[in-house]
């Protein structure tokens, strides 16, 4: 399942520079995930560095993309090998 950043978001900017797939983007009023782009950091960090860092807890699991482990590692394998 990726991640996905609520209007809670206070644009803080911590969490865009961690994210090691490039998926956060500043968007039109908050900071936003791209689904395509996020692997909740599988590949690269044992937890999604951006929930690490985040001051106001405002980036859970996004229900309405779930993703087992074995997608999340799968698509991190795609975005790697595209670089």
Known sequence: ???????????????????????I?????IYEID??????CVG???T???VEVCPVDCIPKDPENEE???KLQAKYETLMAAK
């Open 1 to 23: 399942m990726s991640l996905f950043i609520t209007d809670e978001c206070i644009n803080c900017d911590v969490c865009e520079p961690e994210c090691p797939n490039s998926a």
């Open 25 to 29: 983007t500043q968007g039109d009023e």
């Open 44 to 46: 690269h960090f044992d």
């Open 68 to 70: 087992t482990q074995e």
């Open 35 to 40: 689904v395509a782009l996020c692997t909740e």
């Open 48 to 50: 999604p560095q951006c």
